[in-house]
Nanobody
């Protein structure tokens, strides 16, 4: 079983910054790691994902503000969030994708981000 642990959430004023971290304990290869956002009363949505080769994808609403990066040696992914807006408030979940003979997805417990003055 793969364990996923997030950290770095908190309360920040609009325009501020936060950095989220997520570490996965794995004895096998991870194909992709990403972050999902779930606003209060809404569905969980993909924010950013980074693949093994370094390719990244972002949802339109965070392009230019958020940056995802990864330390493969540590199985750790980071989400640098700048110019935060109140609509960025919600729980952020780390997602880990492992592909062997099938695709497995693992989730962290979530970390809360609140953007408010």
């Amino acid at each position: 079983q793969l364990q996923v642990v997030e950290s770095g959430g908190g309360l920040v004023q609009p325009g501020g910054s936060l950095r989220l971290s997520c570490t996965a304990s794995a004895i096998f290869s991870i194909n992709a790691m990403g972050w999902y956002h779930q606003a209060p009363g809404k569905e969980r949505e993909l924010v950013a994902r980074i693949f093994n080769e370094g390719r990244t994808t972002y949802t339109d609403s965070v392009k230019g503000r958020f940056t995802i990066s990864r330390d493969n040696a540590k199985n750790t992914v980071y989400l640098q969030m700048n110019s935060l807006k109140p609509e960025d408030t919600g729980a952020y979940y780390c997602n880990v994708v492992v592909i062997t003979h099938r695709t497995y997805e693992y989730w962290g417990q979530g970390t809360q981000v609140t953007v408010s003055s």
